[in-house]
């Protein structure tokens, strides 16, 4: 029988929790991401009903809508009021009383097997979600990562091993592949290439892995010349956790084909160059702008293990090739690697 090859583009299929330690925690309480809040992630679990979500189509989403007994439901629901309020409205608990939880999905597949709190405000009929997940401390750096080094800010908070986060809004990537991408809908086609060459390059100076389609959004904002388009990351367990380079490149991922085609067609490239060569310098100005949040959050990694040893290793041989630089080698820790590999990707900018 023929050996099946291997694929380059696949991920570890089960991902090593890691719980946030004191060195991380004390860099979380120094800017404000640590904080007391009424409901634990254990207090999610005590539900005792739950029935499948399914989309407008009646296809399941993979989502469970799950239901707590009265005496439960008061306390529990009080809760994650005053949470939003504290993310949301800087902690104004005046605006509780215009919010209401009108639903709680359970997802029970990934590595932080999130619930996702649907909020309405009263008044205006306008909903928005959060959600509340076991804290990772992968997925704590690389939301940290993305806060300091990317466009976007990020609202999240941790209380020991409870991580609550905003909802990130925007289009899910896999639908706007799969139906944006088509002859028959008209959309600016080098706009949205250009911004995927962006997030590619950001994704790969912070090596941020497992970029597929469905984890990420698009951001879809009128303009006086058309529809500007932002791509954000919205999974961040992945972060600096593989061995392979190509696992922090999107335009390797099978799911990203079609964006990859796109920019082929519409982009050569030299500007496609040109276009990482701005988004490093951007990130370069973030970097100097956020310098001393980002030496503490890596010496708060100092004591974490983020990957196995032999994915790191792994790493460092294909960074030493890249960079051409044998100091990679020599790195056996993961917070370090993506330390040295930041910074030698900002003395190629230009």
């Known amino acids: 029988?023929?050996?099946?090859?291997?694929?380059?583009?696949?991920?570890?299929?089960?991902?090593?929790?890691?719980?946030?330690?004191?060195?991380?925690?004390?860099?979380?309480l120094k800017y404000d991401r640590e904080m007391k809040i009424p409901v634990q992630y254990s207090d999610m679990l005590r539900f005792?009903?739950?029935?499948?979500?399914?989309?407008?189509?009646?296809?399941?989403?993979?989502?469970?809508?799950?239901?707590?007994?009265?005496?439960?439901m008061t306390e529990l629901y009080s809760g994650l009021k005053f949470?939003?309020?504290?993310?949301?409205a800087s902690g104004r608990l005046e605006v509780m009383d215009h919010l209401s939880v009108s639903r709680i999905d359970y997802c029970s597949f990934g590595n932080s097997k999130p619930f996702r709190v649907r909020i309405i405000n009263r008044l205006n009929d306008?909903?928005?979600?959060?959600?509340?997940?076991?804290?990772?401390?992968?997925?704590?750096?690389?939301?940290?990562?993305?806060?300091?080094?990317?466009?976007?800010?990020?609202?999240?908070?941790?209380d020991d091993d409870t991580l609550i986060e905003e909802h990130i809004p925007g289009l899910p990537g896999d639908v706007f592949v799969n139906e944006y991408t088509n002859d028959n809908v008209k959309f600016n086609q080098t706009r949205i290439s250009k911004e995927f060459v962006k997030f590619n390059e950001r994704c790969f100076v912070r090596l941020l892995g497992d970029m597929r389609s469905y984890n990420f959004v698009v951001d879809i904002t009128p303009d006086i010349e058309g529809n500007q388009?932002?791509?954000?990351?919205?999974?961040?367990?992945?972060?600096?956790?593989?061995?392979?380079l190509r696992l922090y490149m999107p335009q390797y991922f099978?799911?990203?084909?079609?964006?990859?085609?796109?920019?082929?067609?519409?982009?050569?490239?030299?500007?496609?160059?040109?276009?990482?060569?701005?988004?490093?310098?951007?990130?370069?100005?973030?970097?100097?702008?956020?310098?001393?949040?980002?030496?503490?959050?890596?010496?708060?990694?100092?004591?974490?293990?983020?990957?196995?040893?032999?994915?790191t290793l792994a790493l460092g041989k294909e960074l030493a090739a890249y960079h051409k630089n044998s100091h990679f080698l020599n790195i056996t820790h993961m917070g370090k690697m993506v330390n040295a590999h930041i910074y030698a990707c900002m003395d190629k900018k230009g």
């Open 1 to 28: 029988m023929a050996s099946i090859p291997e694929r380059n583009d696949v991920p570890s299929k089960k991902k090593i929790f890691y719980p946030i330690q004191d060195p991380l925690k004390q860099y979380l």
């Open 48 to 72: 005792n009903l739950s029935t499948p979500l399914l989309d407008k189509n009646g296809k399941d989403t993979l989502w469970q809508t799950v239901y707590y007994d009265e005496s439960e």
């Open 229 to 244: 388009y932002r791509i954000r990351a919205i999974d961040f367990d992945q972060q600096s956790y593989e061995g392979k």
């Open 126 to 158: 306008n909903y928005d979600h959060f959600y509340v997940k076991r804290a990772d401390a992968s997925r704590v750096y690389g939301l940290e990562l993305e806060h300091i080094l990317s466009p976007n800010r990020i609202n999240y908070l941790t």
């Open 254 to 311: 099978k799911e990203n084909n079609k964006l990859v085609l796109l920019g082929i067609e519409t982009i050569n490239e030299k500007s496609a160059k040109q276009y990482q060569q701005e988004e490093r310098s951007i990130i370069s100005h973030r970097i100097k702008l956020g310098r001393y949040r980002l030496k503490d959050l890596f010496h708060a990694s100092l004591t974490d293990e983020l990957a196995p040893i032999e994915k």
């Open 83 to 88: 949470i939003y309020a504290l993310m949301q």
